[in-house]
């Protein structure tokens, strides 16, 4: 899915169980916020992935593709930094 990135506007996604995102073009700074379920965050170029529970975020560090994959029914958040 390409979301329409606008500088300054977070935005609120509602994934269903196992439905993957690629969040394309992600900029430097965003941060991923879990509300809801259980997500899992792959960010390209970084070994390491992410298992997101509610109140759990990640800070974008590299320029690239970000995959989320919801666990389970999952609601995220993209807040772009000020």
């Avoid at 979301?3 to 991923?32: A, C, F, R, Y």
């Amino acid at each position: 899915m390409n979301l329409p990135w606008t500088h300054h506007k977070n935005i609120s996604m509602k994934l269903n169980p196992h439905q993957v995102e690629n969040l394309k073009d992600v900029e430097l700074g965003m941060t991923v916020v879990c509300d809801k379920g259980i997500i899992w965050l792959t960010e390209s170029n970084d070994m390491q992935d992410y298992a997101l529970k509610p109140g759990h975020s990640v800070i974008i560090r590299k320029k690239g593709k970000v995959l989320v994959e919801a666990v389970d029914e999952a609601n995220l958040r993209i807040i772009y930094p000020n």
